[in-house]
């Protein structure tokens, strides 16, 4: 494969991004875009108008190369993945005492996980088969 080696740093960073993307887009703190957006007393309304396109943008971007990446079927078999994990935890008995707050926050983080694993998964992929990958760009 060409390019810059792909790592554990390359990973997080996507990470990191695809959770601030979706983070800063709603969570139940109350300081997401979307909690700024229904702030009528706030009449910024040009600078609400640029950063609401610009987070479509970027949540839209994750998650176009995460179709891309994995398909649909990959990110079923995430979503899966993700709630079975949280359901033998809570099997367990380690989520038992979570508020409401919480179990949006823990979904969304791993909405933003499952976008990050996307955004890399050509680069796992290739790291583990030794195959790489490319875009028909002929007509």
Do not use: E
């Amino acid at each position: 494969m060409s390019g810059p080696a792909f790592g554990i740093p390359s990973l997080a960073v996507r990470w990191l991004g695809a959770l601030f993307a979706v983070l800063a887009t709603y969570n139940p703190s109350g300081s997401s875009y979307v909690h700024w957006l229904v702030d009528l007393s706030d009449h910024r309304w040009s600078l609400k108008a640029l950063v609401g396109v610009l987070l479509v943008v970027v949540n839209m971007t994750f998650y176009y190369a995460s179709m891309r990446s994995l398909r649909s079927s990959g990110m079923f078999a995430a979503a899966v993945f993700c709630i079975t994990a949280i359901w033998t935890l809570l099997d367990y008995g380690y989520l038992q005492t979570l508020t409401f707050q919480t179990w949006i926050t823990v979904v969304l983080v791993l909405a933003g996980s499952i976008l990050a694993l996307g955004m890399s998964w050509s680069h796992i992929r290739g790291r583990l088969s030794g195959q790489s990958d490319s875009n028909d760009v002929t007509l």
